[in-house]
């Protein structure tokens, strides 16, 4: 739908700026292997908070190719969003198993969505959100399609396990459109990147609401686990006030 607000950009800009919606395509492709493959290697309370580095990541390669200086705060809010991200999904410690390579997949992931965010941010304001954004999910597209093995293709069209993936790329679309649009609309990677990690804070609020219907038990964990994930989330709160203030 983007594409019928799309206008050829009439301002001159650097030619490579073209290159930047398949860029990103490949680098946002790079980043979603990264968190399925971080989650699936090991415990989620490891591959979280190394994702969540992403918002520290975003600070640095915006102070490294974005025009000017980065302010205090958004250091200052990155660095507490990237603890809180680490409190809310701390367990309690114990062994974990494959965390070396959660953590690995979750600093590509971490690393590859980060230059995304700056890429995006540097050049669909002289694109276009309506041009660059369906360029770069078209690319998205067709990468993905490389994912699915060849034999689960029959199984879908019969229907196996096709309502969940149609919710799912539902979700993730509008998920990174309205990262897109934020990140255009206000030329600031950081503090979208640090209001959208309260999504950290949501899921737990709904593993307690909703855990037992789906056979999650996380409401009955320890109150010491609780009080750490409540700090977590007060954390999280700092770090938006202070990249809004």
Known sequence: PLLLWA????????????????????LFFLGQVGTFRALASGDVSVA????????VLTAVCSAC???GQVAAKFWI????CSFGVGLLSWS????KTGAG?????????AASFSLTDVIVAKAAPHIGLALFGPLMMSGLAALSVFVLPVWVWGGLARGLGRGWLVFGVIFIGVQSVGVLAGIVVSGDPIGVNVVYALRGLWSVGLVFWLGKWVGNLEAGLPGRILGTRALGAGLLFGAVWAVLA
Do not use: D, H, N, Y
């Open 48 to 55: 979280t908070p190394v994702l969540g580095s992403k918002v």
């Open 77 to 80: 809010g990155s660095a507490l």
């Open 7 to 26: 206008k050829i950009p009439q301002e001159k800009f650097p030619v490579w700026m073209w290159l930047a919606p398949p860029l990103c395509s490949v």
């Open 65 to 67: 190719l974005l025009p």
């Open 101 to 109: 390579r959660a953590v690995g997949w979750g600093l590509i992931a």
């Open 92 to 95: 309690g410690g114990g062994r």
